[in-house]
C-alpha cells in the first residue's frame, strides 16, 4: 500500500487566497483525521471522521476552516479566506481503529 | 477535556546516554501509543500499549504502561545519532473517543 497520500506537499499563498489540501487514507481504513503542527501549539486535531461522517470538528481554528469526506478515499481541508497565521503543517491520518498512519503533511505559507 | 503532558519538552544527550520521556494522562486511559517524528518528517507510529503494568522492548527502546493506566514511559539506551527526533505519546480515552497528543519531547544526540 502507497500509505496516505497528501497534496500539495507545500503551498505558497498570499492572505486572502482560498486553500484546498488533499487527502487519501489508506485503503479499507475508516476513520480519517486532520491535523495541524506548529512550533507554538504542536499537534493539534482539528477534525475527525469516522466512517465519512465528521464527528468531532471542535478542533477546527474557526468558521474559515471546512473539511470534507465525500467518499472512503478522498478528503479536502480548505481554508478561506487564508491568514498568516494559518502558515503550519497540516497532516492528515487515516485509522482502523489504532494506531494512526500520517501522511507526510503540507506545508502552507500564507504570506 | 482530556490532556495529556510530556516532559521534559527538550534533551540533549551525548552518543551513548540514556533518554527517558515521560507521559502523564489526567485521565484513566484505555490504551497508549508512541510514535517517532524525525526532523522534517511525519509522526510515525512505533507501538502501543493497552494493559495496565505492560512493558514492551523494541532492541533499545523499552515501553512501560503505568499500573493506573495515567502514565506512560519511554527509554533509550545507549542512544545513536539515529534516535534523534521527537517523541510523542498518544493516549486514547473510550469516554472521548478520540487520542490526545501530547506535545513531544525533542532528543538531540551529540556525536
Known amino acids: 500500500d502507497a500509505g496516505v497520500i497528501q497534496s500539495p506537499r507545500h503551498e505558497v499563498t498570499e492572505m486572502g487566497q482560498e486553500v484546498t489540501l488533499r487527502c487519501k487514507p489508506i485503503s479499507g481504513h475508516n476513520s480519517l483525521f486532520w491535523y495541524r503542527q506548529t512550533m507554538m501549539r504542536g499537534l493539534e486535531l482539528l477534525i475527525y471522521f469516522n466512517n465519512n461522517v465528521p464527528i468531532d470538528d471542535s478542533g477546527m481554528p474557526e468558521d474559515r476552516f471546512s473539511a470534507k469526506m465525500p467518499n472512503a478515499s478522498f478528503s479536502t481541508l480548505k481554508i478561506q479566506p487564508s491568514e498568516p497565521r494559518d502558515s503550519a503543517v497540516y497532516f492528515c491520518a487515516s485509522s482502523l481503529g489504532r494506531p494512526l498512519f500520517f501522511g507526510s503533511g503540507t506545508q502552507l505559507s500564507v504570506l | 477535556g482530556q490532556q495529556v503532558m510530556q516532559i521534559p519538552q527538550y534533551q540533549h544527550v551525548q552518543e551513548g546516554e540514556d533518554f527517558t520521556t515521560y507521559c502523564n494522562s489526567s485521565t484513566t486511559l484505555s490504551n497508549i501509543q508512541w510514535y517517532k517524528q524525525r526532523p522534517g518528517g511525519h509522526p510515525v507510529f512505533l507501538i502501543q500499549?493497552?494493559?495496565?503494568?505492560e512493558v514492551k522492548k523494541q532492541k533499545r527502546l523499552t515501553f512501560q504502561f503505568g499500573e493506573a493506566k495515567k502514565n506512560s514511559s519511554l527509554h533509550i539506551t545507549a542512544t545513536q545519532t539515529t534516535d534523534v527526533g521527537t517523541y510523542f505519546c498518544?493516549?486514547?480515552?473510550?469516554?472521548?473517543?478520540?487520542?490526545?497528543f501530547g506535545d513531544g519531547t525533542t532528543l538531540t544526540v551529540k556525536p
Open positions: 498518544a493516549g486514547f480515552n473510550t469516554n472521548a473517543g478520540k487520542s490526545t
Open positions: 500499549l493497552v494493559k495496565s503494568g
